[in-house]
């Protein structure tokens, strides 16, 4: 038994403790103070100022998604209820473009987003923005390799000069100084994807000077995919930097089966002692803008010179000869899912895929494609049904694998509420829990944890969070393994997942026994 001399604010009595590293569950009361887990044990006879009776149900530490898209979207919904409604407490962000820094350049590109959501901008740097920052969830970001282009180079395609390769390490040395985790890309879009390895190697260096990490959306996940992945271990190798892949997957029907060559590349560099690990999220089909169809040339220069080149005979053309093999690999129209516009008079689109848009509008596909992407100034987004279930699960038994929903949080209702998605937003946490361990006993539930927790939590050198022991941050989710699972589907993404009742981040009760409280007490987190 636990004799504490101060009262608590919180106890979860009788619950199972899922710890977060992985070992198996045992029965405990959990004893908040604050924003701190400070008692794991007996605390039947503790004073406290709340009690929730854990009877029936698991404790583990709040997940952590290693890579989210929530950065602008929680600043006009701070609810960002479809991420803690599953347990996610804490959020990474910055896939190769960051919320800092801010240009006019970069925020005219901004402006379909701004302007629909009447988001103000009113920050230039990562410390700016973390002063605006109020949300449910907790929030850690990457400065993006494409943002430090686009703040010096614009959105060309070229080369730096000596000295704007200073300007951009320079800009990196500050984010990183501001609290940023590390230096990220994304390299299948532009211009990120004009960035040549030498100048990712120097932007490393810079992070890696101030303790970060390199995070990577490779060059190729198709065609190329294996050598994206030798890319990126080059590039820690070279800059003495931990290397995260994200949303590792082999794309395209061609490449099934090629994900078992990827993985031997990263085991091969983790025995030579180069640090490298990745995330997936639990699905087999991808989202992204539906611009990335268009090939590398043709988005060269940002919006409007790329709305000109669709516009112009001759280039459209050309454009409509490249549309089916990109960077996610061979595609067909009926795979391509419209899942959200940014024009609100485009909304009849939502849900439907290229092939059928084609047919009512009587166009061909590759018409009906860039018709839409004009209408929606390239802000269209789409699910696409690139990847093999066998893959997927062949991942997921990596140990070094851990949780990325590569989405933004948002509600069914609200600013959003027209906002279709992926399922992957609502549903990753609890299909890895319900699904793949429960179900079809790819792992342990603890183990299906310490992939959500623990394990990413010690990627991001999140020392304080991740596992359920005194000293921690109180993030924490309460969910019944029997029940819990996704509801969210490709036809109707916008469904909250059953079975997690209650969710507490930095010891404020958030959802509380299914009910979103008005608490808002996450916190940006800086390196």
Same mark, same amino acid.
Request: hydrophobic share 45%.
């Given at each position: 038994?636990?004799?504490?001399?101060?009262?608590?604010?919180?106890?979860?009595?009788?619950?199972?403790?899922?710890?977060?590293?992985?070992?198996?569950?045992?029965?405990?009361?959990?004893?908040?103070?604050?924003?701190?887990?400070?008692? *794991?044990?007996?605390?039947?006879?503790?004073?406290?100022?709340?009690?929730?009776?854990?009877?029936?149900?698991?404790?583990?530490?709040?997940?952590?998604?290693?890579?989210?898209?929530?950065?602008?979207?929680?600043?006009?919904?701070?609810?960002?209820?479809?991420?803690?409604?599953?347990?996610?407490?804490?959020?990474?962000?910055?896939?190769?473009?960051?919320?800092?820094? *801010?240009?006019?350049?970069?925020?005219?590109?901004?402006?379909?987003?701004?302007?629909?959501?009447?988001?103000?901008?009113?920050?230039?740097?990562?410390?700016?923005?973390?002063?605006?920052?109020?949300?449910?969830?907790?929030?850690?970001?990457? *400065?993006?390799?494409?943002?430090?282009?686009?703040?010096?180079?614009?959105?060309?395609?070229?080369?730096?000069?000596?000295?704007?390769?200073? %300007?951009?390490?320079?800009?990196?040395?500050?984010?990183?100084?501001?609290?940023?985790?590390?230096?990220?890309?994304?390299?299948?879009?532009?211009?990120?994807?004009?960035?040549?390895?030498?100048?990712?190697?120097?932007?490393? +260096?810079?992070?890696?000077?101030?303790?970060?990490?390199?995070?990577?959306?490779?060059?190729?996940?198709?065609?190329?995919?294996?050598?994206?992945?030798?890319?990126?271990?080059?590039?820690?190798?070279?800059?003495?930097?931990?290397?995260?892949?994200?949303?590792?997957?082999?794309?395209?029907?061609?490449?099934?089966?090629?994900?078992?060559?990827?993985?031997?590349?990263?085991?091969?560099?983790?025995?030579?002692?180069?640090?490298?690990?990745?995330?997936?999220?639990?699905?087999?089909?991808?989202?992204?803008?539906?611009?990335?169809?268009? @090939?590398?040339?043709?988005?060269?220069?940002?919006?409007?010179?790329?709305?000109?080149?669709?516009?112009?005979?001759?280039?459209?053309?050309?454009?409509?000869?490249?549309?089916?093999?990109?960077?996610?690999?061979?595609?067909?129209?009926?795979?391509?899912?419209?899942?959200?516009?940014?024009?609100?008079?485009? %909304?009849?689109?939502?849900?439907?895929?290229?092939?059928?848009?084609?047919?009512?509008? +009587?166009?061909?596909?590759?018409?009906?494609?860039?018709?839409?992407?004009?209408?929606?100034?390239?802000?269209?987004?789409?699910?696409?049904?690139?990847?093999?279930?066998?893959?997927?699960?062949?991942?997921?038994?990596?140990?070094?694998?851990?949780?990325?929903?590569?989405? @933004?949080?948002?509600?069914?209702?609200?600013?959003?509420?027209?906002?279709?998605?992926?399922?992957?937003?609502?549903?990753?946490?609890?299909?890895?829990?319900?699904?793949?361990?429960?179900?079809?006993?790819?792992?342990?539930?603890?183990?299906?944890?310490?992939?959500?927790?623990?394990?990413?939590?010690?990627?991001?050198?999140?020392?304080?969070?991740?596992?359920?022991?005194?000293?921690?941050?109180?993030?924490?989710?309460?969910?019944? @393994?029997?029940?819990?699972?996704?509801?969210?589907?490709?036809?109707?993404?916008?469904?909250?997942?059953?079975?997690?009742?209650?969710?507490?981040?930095?010891?404020?009760?958030?959802?509380?026994?299914?009910?979103?409280?008005?608490?808002?007490?996450?916190?940006?987190?800086?390196?």
């Amino acid at each position: 038994m636990v004799i504490l001399a101060v009262v608590l604010d919180l106890v979860i009595s009788s619950a199972r403790v899922v710890d977060g590293t992985g070992a198996p569950w045992f029965r405990a009361d959990v004893g908040v103070q604050a924003d701190r887990i400070v008692a *794991v044990g007996d605390l039947s006879r503790a004073e406290a100022r709340r009690r929730i009776d854990g009877r029936g149900r698991m404790i583990a530490p709040g997940s952590i998604d290693l890579l989210g898209q929530s950065e602008t979207f929680l600043l006009v919904d701070d609810r960002v209820e479809s991420k803690i409604r599953q347990g996610i407490t804490t959020e990474i962000t910055g896939e190769g473009e960051s919320v800092a820094p *801010v240009t006019p350049a970069i925020l005219a590109e901004w402006k379909p987003f701004t302007d629909r959501y009447h988001l103000k901008v009113d920050w230039t740097d990562l410390a700016g923005y973390f002063r605006r920052y109020r949300a449910t969830i907790n929030l850690g970001t990457f *400065v993006g390799a494409a943002s430090l282009r686009e703040a010096v180079l614009g959105y060309e395609d070229v080369q730096p000069t000596p000295q704007q390769l200073q %300007q951009m390490e320079a800009l990196c040395a500050r984010a990183m100084e501001q609290g940023a985790l590390g230096v990220s890309t994304s390299l299948i879009y532009p211009p990120g994807s004009y960035a040549r390895t030498p100048e990712l190697i120097a932007l490393a +260096k810079v992070a890696a000077r101030a303790g970060g990490i390199y995070a990577t959306h490779v060059r190729g996940e198709a065609d190329t995919l294996l050598a994206a992945v030798d890319e990126a271990i080059a590039i820690g190798r070279e800059a003495g930097i931990p290397v995260e892949i994200w949303h590792f997957k082999a794309a395209g029907k061609n490449n099934w089966g090629r994900l078992r060559e990827a993985i031997a590349r990263v085991e091969q560099a983790r025995a030579e002692g180069v640090d490298v690990t990745a995330n997936m999220y639990p699905y087999a089909a991808a989202r992204n803008g539906l611009s990335a169809n268009l @090939p590398q040339w043709a988005l060269a220069g940002g919006t409007e010179p790329t709305l000109a080149r669709l516009r112009d005979p001759a280039q459209r053309a050309r454009i409509a000869k490249e549309l089916w093999h990109g960077g996610l690999g061979e595609e067909t129209p009926d795979g391509i899912l419209v899942a959200a516009v940014t024009d609100p008079r485009l %909304q009849r689109y939502v849900g439907k895929r290229i092939a059928q848009i084609a047919v009512e509008e +009587k166009k061909t596909p590759e018409d009906a494609l860039m018709d839409l992407l004009i209408a929606d100034r390239l802000q269209t987004e789409a699910v696409r049904f690139v990847m093999s279930e066998d893959d997927v699960r062949l991942g997921w038994r990596q140990p070094w694998v851990a949780l990325g929903t590569d989405d @933004p949080g948002q509600g069914v209702d609200g600013p959003f509420a027209d906002r279709r998605g992926h399922p992957r937003g609502f549903g990753s946490a609890p299909r890895l829990l319900g699904h793949y361990a429960r179900d079809v006993k790819l792992f342990s539930i603890e183990e299906a944890v310490r992939r959500m927790t623990s394990l990413p939590a010690r990627r991001m050198k999140l020392a304080d969070r991740g596992l359920i022991r005194p000293g921690m941050a109180a993030d924490l989710v309460l969910f019944d @393994p029997a029940r819990v699972r996704d509801r969210a589907t490709f036809e109707q993404p916008a469904q909250f997942a059953e079975g997690i009742d209650t969710v507490i981040v930095n010891g404020a009760v958030v959802v509380d026994e299914g009910k979103l409280t008005a608490s808002r007490p996450g916190r940006p987190l800086r390196r």
